[in-house]
């Protein structure tokens, strides 16, 4: 009852014509934010806390948390929405983690990565002339006031140079310096809480991650680095497109950078306008983020919808291109580290497993958890007889359920917890790009395929193995993915009785 009462109180505060928390419409003062964060922050922990009140492992439990799951997911994209900035960016970070978090959170706070609240042109102008420092007429001719895009830390400003260039202008939003000390102290507080109370669902290990990654979003001198890396790795690939950036009009707040007409990789119907074939824009996704993981290692860490474009090649009619957008957050692997990598995939997809299990244990990942990679990776155990791709069997499928039931969310936190940083963030990028080239029409099998060539390929660029060596791991994949799985799924549909022998 006291829950309850407790719950109704703090309820009654964060609805409209209550208490300051909520009806206050001042959102850019710290005390009044990080206030909000806590009250709502607060009514998570008592509906969780309500939910576990049931039997462990009850199906009256589970169902509670499902709801519990549900309700906290929207108050926390109802915050990110209200705050935006920090916020935002915190809420797409979640809506990420498909591989750590229940699936309400990243289902609900996918919704932050839709255009998010606008400054007024007044204040980005005032902005822009400040790191330029001079007039907005010294430097452009036209300077659009809407803006046609709006993210969680900037929002882009179409424009046309003194020059006649038509470029895009990246402002960074004015209070969003200030607001990230006070919004980071928040976020922090509210994690330690809830990590107290609910010892289970303890991300706070996940804020320095999170932390390093917004400190360097914020620089946007950085991103142009970042931009002017990727599109050197990509200068032989014509259907990879980085914007370049106009660095005489950019700063560590406005990024100045040719503007692209494009179609959103999820926009099916703009797709279809521009005449681009999704399964190709595809293919193209899967290879680009490929050789940028596996070949380069060199991770961009938020290929979300907004920040991909597909558009027709320059002088074709036929063939797409690829945008990428938004080099803010990227990731660095170490030489060594991109070899295991790539020769964890290498063994995963070939099923080599005494090389894979060596291969894990090199990237700092027990043998005994190597299973556990082979299913967060390919969807599969290491063991499972299905072709890359396929799904397993129902036998197997139900082999899984009983192995893992009675895993507990702890034990799911402390294994991702375990993993190396590096791989969590790969994992991230993989999950994303995943989703969006199952929304295109791609299959996990094409993109196995590249992942398996350029895996074979960057297990030995650096360890000084012979060229034919080399070719030759590149084309033992190639032939295990292409005949020998169709062969084993061939035999598994009309020989059923040899199944068990075909891994």
């Known amino acids: 009852m006291l829950a309850r009462a407790t719950a109704r109180r703090l309820a009654a505060a964060t609805t409209l014509g209550g208490a300051s928390v909520y009806a206050a419409n001042d959102t850019d003062t710290g005390a009044i934010r990080f206030s909000r964060t806590l009250a709502y922050g607060a009514l998570a922990g008592i509906d969780y806390k309500r939910a576990s009140l049931h039997p462990p492992k009850s199906d009256?439990?589970?169902?509670?948390?499902t709801l519990a799951h549900e309700r906290s997911a929207n108050r926390l994209l109802h915050v990110c929405r209200l705050h935006g900035g920090l916020y935002n960016k915190l809420g797409q970070f979640v809506s990420s983690m498909t591989h750590l978090l229940p699936e309400p959170y990243t289902r609900v706070l996918a919704a932050c990565q839709d255009r998010a609240p606008t400054v007024a042109f007044a204040d980005i102008r005032a902005l822009v002339e400040i790191e330029l420092g001079a007039p907005l007429d010294r430097h452009f001719v036209e300077f659009e006031t809407e803006p046609v895009a709006a993210a969680s830390l900037a929002q882009v400003h179409r424009a046309t140079t003194a020059d006649g260039e038509r470029v895009a202008v990246k402002v960074q939003y004015p209070a969003l310096a200030k607001q990230v000390v006070s919004d980071t102290r928040a976020v922090r507080c509210v994690a330690w809480l809830l990590a107290r109370a609910f010892p289970d669902y303890g991300y706070e290990w996940l804020l320095p991650e999170f932390e390093e990654s917004i400190s360097q979003e914020l620089d946007f001198e950085r991103e142009a680095r970042n931009a002017a890396r990727t599109a050197a790795l990509f200068a032989s690939e014509p259907q990879v497109h980085v914007p370049f950036v106009v660095g005489a009009l950019s700063t560590r707040r406005v990024l100045t950078m040719e503007y692209i007409d494009g179609a959103r990789l999820d926009d099916a119907p703009a797709l279809a306008t521009l005449g681009l074939r999704p399964a190709e824009v595809a293919r193209l996704l899967s290879t680009a983020f490929t050789e940028l993981i596996l070949t380069h290692g060199f991770v961009h860490c938020d290929p979300h919808p907004g920040n991909l474009l597909a558009r027709p090649m320059p002088g074709s009619t036929s063939r797409a291109q690829?945008?990428?957008?938004?080099?803010?957050?990227?990731?660095?692997?170490?030489?060594?580290f991109r070899r295991d990598y790539c020769g964890l995939w290498?063994?995963?997809?070939?099923?080599?497993?005494?090389?894979?299990?060596?291969?894990?244990?090199?990237?700092?990942?027990?043998?005994?958890?190597?299973?556990?990679?082979?299913?967060?990776?390919?969807?599969?155990?290491?063991?499972?007889?299905a072709a890359a791709g396929a799904r397993m069997s129902a036998g197997e499928r139900a082999r899984v359920r009983e192995r893992f039931k009675a895993t507990t969310a702890a034990d799911v936190n402390a294994f991702l917890e375990r993993l190396p940083r590096d791989l969590l963030f790969v994992m991230r990028a993989w999950a994303l790009v995943r989703s969006l080239n199952r929304s295109l029409?791609?299959?996990?099998?094409?993109?196995f395929l590249i992942i398996g060539d350029a895996a074979a390929r960057g297990t030995a660029a650096d360890a000084g193995v012979l060229g034919w060596r080399r070719r030759w791991r590149r084309l033992r994949v190639q032939l295990y993915l292409r005949v020998w799985e169709a062969v084993a799924a061939l035999m598994t549909r009309h020989l059923p009785h040899t199944r068990a022998n075909l891994g």
């Open 60 to 65: 009256e439990r589970a169902a509670a948390m």
């Open 322 to 336: 690829l945008v990428v957008l938004d080099h803010g957050m990227y990731r660095s692997l170490g030489a060594g």
């Open 441 to 447: 029409g791609g299959t996990s099998r094409q993109r």
């Open 346 to 385: 290498t063994a995963l997809l070939t099923r080599d497993h005494s090389a894979g299990r060596a291969a894990a244990a090199a990237l700092g990942v027990p043998a005994a958890e190597y299973d556990n990679l082979s299913l967060l990776l390919t969807f599969r155990t290491a063991t499972s007889t």
